[in-house]
């Protein structure tokens, strides 16, 4: 059973970037909840052609959003999918294999 907070936490933190080609902007609240469990990744220059963004979810626990916000982009850099320009796959196969990491590692 998860903890609530009896009110709101509004305070937002936020972020943002450019290069050439792109501007963003990301901002998060932490809510109801008595920790903040999302996390994020934003990537302008993966590389030469690629800029990567991820918004993490974390209903899984503060730990593994802020796993695969580390480490997502890597392991998509890292499949022969990508490449080849599958980039779906290669997210796809990425997040499997960190998924496998997690629990067969503890």
């Given amino acids: 059973m998860r903890v609530y ?3 709101s936490k509004t305070d937002k933190t936020s972020d943002n970037g450019e290069n ?4 963003y902007g990301v901002s998060s609240m932490q809510g109801w909840r ?3 469990e999302d996390a994020h990744a934003a990537l302008l220059d993966l590389d030469n ?3 990567f963004f991820g918004v993490y ?4 626990g503060q730990a593994l ?3 695969y916000a580390k480490y997502l982009h890597q ?3 890292k499949q022969e999918a990508y490449a080849t320009g599958d980039t779906g796959t290669a997210a796809q196969k990425s997040f499997l ?3 496998f990491y997690i629990i067969y590692s503890h």
């Fill in 5 to 7: 907070l009896s009110t």
């Fill in 20 to 23: 050439e080609k792109l501007r």
């Fill in 34 to 36: 008595t920790s903040m």
């Fill in 49 to 51: 052609s690629t800029s």
């Fill in 57 to 60: 979810d974390g209903h899984g």
């Fill in 65 to 67: 959003s802020k796993f």
């Fill in 75 to 77: 392991q998509v850099l």
């Fill in 97 to 99: 294999r960190l998924l």
